[in-house]
């Protein structure tokens, strides 16, 4: 698998610059407020968690993120560039993937066709092309099957190529969203709770394929209820409880950090 | 010998559609051989018929693109297709004269078929940009408002339209020097001013431009573009996510199919030699949605055979019922059944005031026996059997990777 090119150059400087900026970023529905002026940095390269208790405004905070549901104040600064508003396709275009905490996979096409639908906003083929197949068409296909065939591989599931995606089995449904992802050619990959409903073992391969993502050069930024996998494998997590931001740092420090523990477990009286 | 075992084991034992595409194409070629021998030389009028259905052919063709392909329902296709008529007629016929412009525009078949075609598709971003935001239903409704607004102003601005009289003696086709053939109606040679006038000729004009259509639809189907169709079909929030622009792919299809009703509306129009806002009424939009579904939404070959069935029931079965009726009724010896007697009007005109109770026993009949439509496409057939089908289709990708 190629890395791709969108994901930066692993010199000191741009290691530094974070990648993904959440800049005061408030989300309010009617009189809800899902997300509450939250500030972090993502960096470059590394694998970045945000936890909290159901409801504490993660998701919404992706679908921010990702131009589903726009924040109602704040910036969101991408690579240097803003992306406050943009719609999800235009943010996609930029190098943001994503996945879905209930599987939003195309369910009467096949596994290829949905990796193959990834790569969509990477294709050159014009209305044109398509409708007369021209030479150039043919040969972009051929590109995007290939590439879709080792995306398969990849995750692990190449011999569900042919199968509905919603006939494949639940992991391996996980699996196919992580190779759609990746077929946009991400530099940012958001997965949210990517290891909800694995059993322990497959818990495990997820971390190393998350693991073989990063390799590549893709940052990856996560959603995860399991601790055991948040803790071993990101870098440093953010912690959102009802909409606000209480703790940030790495495993360690958020470990031990009272307000967490609060959050999670209940006041101590 | 071995090649021709290879290429069914190959192609159409996995894909029932080419076997679907060759039947049609046989059926479609050896139609008129067929009509003539079995009318006695007198084929003119059922070959004719045929030139007719080919125009809704051609607007299920464009209606499935719209409906099948990319999910969206549009209550109301009939209006591209009233558009794409009466561009011809404006461009085509005398008409220029009565109205303010007191001049008559005669421009050639083909030209203004491209014409319409763009006019209608242009009509089909008007309307879409502006709603394709809404989802289902609403889509529906305001598809609905279309149809039915489109006709109306038709109707109602008589002095550039005439009203209800519509306008008629549009030019008849003519094709270029270079393509006359056998079906010209006329000897070989230099014919200088060739007309279509030949229903034969309609009949394979339109064979030809059906072809060149579903080829097309075809390609655009298996691309980029189909490939984004499936998925905001499916999910247009995960679409828009992995960088589907779902907007500008939700107009593409409604032009697109917009445009495939423009032309047919040309076509119509230059058949008939004229067009009338009765032509073109919420009936008609129903009749191209019930031709897709009933023939297998997302499918050409499906949407092709169901076109081709509801027209042979709406204008061939349904008008001959009375006469049906009363052959049978005189040949099991029930004569008097004919004649009215009281409240009972004849069991001619019984039969056909019951016309469309039977169109309707019809269509519910199909959908009850094959819910999935007559040659429904894979995605459609596997959507009506939940449950039952996911075992199957795992086994069978084990055992063939194993």
Known sequence: MSAAPAAGSPSAESVDRPILRVDHVTKRFGGLLAVDDVTFDVKRGEIFALIGPNGAGKTTLFNGITGIFPPTSGRIVFQDQEITGARPHQVAALGIARTFQNIRL???????????????????AKLW?????????????????????ELLKFVGIERYAQTYARNLPYGSQRRLEIA????THPALLLLDEPAAGFTPQEKVELMGLVHQIVDQGITVFLIEHDMKVVMGISRRIVVLDHGEKIAEGTPEKVRNDQRVIEAYLGKQH | MTSLRQFWQSGPRRDPNTIAYTVLLV????????????????S??????????????????????????????????????????????????????????????????????LIAMFIAASFGVLLGAPTLRLRGDYLAIVTLGFGEIVPRVFKNAATWTSGVNGISALDIPSLPLWIQGPWAGAPFGIVRDFKIIEPLAYYVVMVILLIICVILVRNLHRSRLGRAWMAVREDEVAAAAMGVNTVAVKLLAFSIGAAFSGFAGTYYGAKLSLVSPENFGFAVSITILVMVVLGGMGNI???????????????????QLPEYATGFVTSVGLGDLTRSNGDFPGIAEFISRLKFLVFGFILVLVMLVRPQGLLPSREREQELQKGTHEDTTIVDVNAETA
């Not at chain 1, 195309?106 to 050159?124: I, K, P, T, W």
């Not at chain 2, 070959?47 to 607007?59: E, F, M, P, R, T």
Request: glycine share 10%; charged share 15%.
């Open chain 1, 180 to 183: 759609r992802a990746l077929a």
């Open chain 2, 301 to 319: 070959p499906g949407v092709i055979t169901g076109s081709l069935l509801i027209y042979g029931v709406i204008f061939i079965f349904l008008p």
């Open chain 1, 106 to 124: 195309f369910e009467y096409m096949s596994a290829l066709d949905n990796v193959r639908l990834g790569q969509h906003c990477r294709m050159r």
């Open chain 2, 27 to 42: 059926a479609a070629i050896s139609f008129p051989v067929l009509a003539q021998v079995a009318t006695g030389g007198n």
């Open chain 2, 44 to 113: 003119s009028f059922i070959i004719s018929v045929a030139g007719d259905a080919g125009v809704y052919v051609l607007l299920t063709i464009g209606l499935n693109v719209v409906v099948g392909f990319a999910g969206l329902l549009d209550l109301g296709y009939a209006a591209f297709f009233a558009i794409g008529a009466y561009t011809y007629a404006f461009l085509a016929s005398d008409h220029g004269v009565v109205t303010p412009l007191h001049e008559a525009i005669h421009l050639p078949f083909w030209i203004v078929l």
């Open chain 1, 129 to 149: 092309d398509s409708l007369f197949k021209t030479p150039r068409e043919q040969r972009e296909e051929r590109e995007v099957t290939d590439r879709a065939n």
